[in-house]
């Protein structure tokens, strides 16, 4: 894939802890990065975590474990919250994208499979979905959601419903914790743009070299990805 979306949803208040797309989808690491940069930004350890069953999430599943004894594994499906909110994205944002790269291929200007050229679609927009994903996380959690029927999560503002007190979320933090050994903390892996470092400081090269700006919308994204492709072919 040239892309991958990885989230985190409280189960309580649904307020979205992480919502960050990264370069691979097999690499546990990454998603280390983002579950310690997450427990470091609300100050603890969550008292449950549930995951699927994928490699990705075996690292943070050990921490986990380590931490509080508290990890369950269980299917996709059967995460109901993140579930739930994967259709709601995919329903309402996710298709944008499948739409712009779907017309990349269409062009002719991307043949998925070559590592180049995805290496090259993710320098012109990784940054920019990073971006379209922090609004939507900030809108997400601001909103109100409205009760129905038979709903087993409260109605409300997930911001607020999370930091409320008595609320399961802040209030069952694990805050006194051991720091993790060094053997544990280099397994951390953040997000990179292209495998190859020498072809990401190339397309750098390329971008400066034609005067180019990096994309700030959809259009300049599609604009410099078809200024920068066609040295693909060049690049070793």
Known sequence: MCLNVYSCIDGYSQKILWLKCAHTNHQPGVIT?????????VGGYPATLRTDCGTENTMIA??????SGRHIYGTSP???RIDSWWAFYRRQQSQWWIDVFESLVSSGSFHPGNTHETDCLRFCFMSLIQTHLDNIRRQWNTHRIRPSAGAT???GVPYELYYLPGAPAADRLIREVQPLA???????????TCYDDNLEAYLHYLRNFSHLPMPSDTESA??????LSPFMSDAV
Not at 33 to 41: R, T
Not at 222 to 227: A, D, S
Request: with cysteine; glycine share 2%; proline share 5%.
């Open 33 to 41: 990065s983002f579950f310690l940069d997450c427990v470091e930004d």
């Open 62 to 67: 050990a921490i986990q474990r380590l931490v």
């Open 182 to 192: 060094d053997e544990v903390l280099q397994q951390d892996e953040q997000p990179c």
């Open 153 to 155: 999560c409260p109605a």
């Open 222 to 227: 599609i604009q410099l990805y078809r200024r």
């Open 78 to 80: 059967g995460n109901q």
